[in-house]
T-cell receptor
Framework: GIQVEQSPPDLILQEGANSTLRCNFS?????LQWFHQNPWGQLINLFY???GTKQNGRLSATTVATERYSLLYISSSQTTDSGVYFC?????????????FGEGTQLTVNP | SAVISQKPSRDICQRGTSLTIQCQVD?????MFWYRQQPGQSLTLIAT?????????ESGFVIDKFPISRPNLTFSTLTVSNMSPEDSSIYLC????????????FGAGSRLTVL
């Protein structure tokens, strides 16, 4: 099956700093999503981005499908950005809408 | 997008018992997905539940251990049977948000601790 690697595994920032999270995947995808899991466990869908660039406030994401990676940018980080960021992909050859999740990046933003 | 309610939010269970988790969606959805998140780990898909048919289980998950019901288009249950401490996890229900292309919305999860 498709492999998803996220980096870095852990990231500690001071409030106000910027960061870039990376997601590499091993095969062509027709679906890529970024999620944020807050410290209470709730998963929030940030972006659906199988290709191209999107922005939502302080967050933006870029997927370069031909090179099999996606980046999530967080600008002017806030303590509420803390949590785990997951990348999830669905490969072209799979059926049944099956998403494979990466291992996540644990982000801690200190005041 | 769809709003999902999961019950229980958390529970502490004894080894050997079974627990049923409920997932209620505020709109009709074709497919519902059940995921498991073991402590400190990523999410793993357990099964996909379609209304009116048997659930489709992923490799490593079997119906005897994780029976699923899907009686209508807004509701599903996942039972964790004959629990052991290794079943301590967050169990999450997920549906297509309705934005197309399998963009997932998740419930708040059910955090189970098995003693």
């Amino acid at each position: 099956g498709i492999q998803v690697e996220q980096s870095p595994p852990d990231l500690i920032l001071q409030e106000g700093a910027n960061s870039t999270l990376r997601c590499n995947f091993s095969d062509s995808v027709n679906n890529l999503q970024w999620f944020h899991q807050n410290p209470w466990g709730q998963l929030i869908n940030l972006f659906y981005i199988p290709s191209g660039t999107k922005q939502n406030g302080r967050l933006s994401a870029t997927t370069v499908a031909t090179e099999r990676y996606s980046l999530l940018y967080i600008s002017s980080s806030q303590t509420t950005d803390s949590g785990v960021y997951f990348c999830a992909v669905e490969a072209w050859e799979t059926s049944g809408s099956r998403l494979t999740f990466g291992e996540g990046t644990q982000l801690t933003v200190n005041p | 997008s769809a709003v999902i309610s999961q019950k229980p939010s958390r529970d502490i269970c004894q080894r050997g018992t079974s627990l049923t988790i409920q997932c209620q969606v505020d709109s009709q959805v074709t497919m519902m997905f059940w995921y498991r998140q073991q402590p400190g780990q990523s999410l793993t898909l357990i099964a996909t539940a379609n209304q009116g048919s048997e659930a489709t289980y992923e490799s490593g998950f079997v119906i005897d251990k994780f029976p699923i019901s899907r009686p209508n288009l807004t509701f599903s249950t996942l039972t964790v049977s004959n629990m052991s401490p290794e079943d301590s996890s967050i169990y999450l229900c997920s549906v297509d948000s309705g934005m197309g292309a399998n963009v997932l919305t998740f419930g708040a999860g059910s955090r189970l601790t098995v003693l």
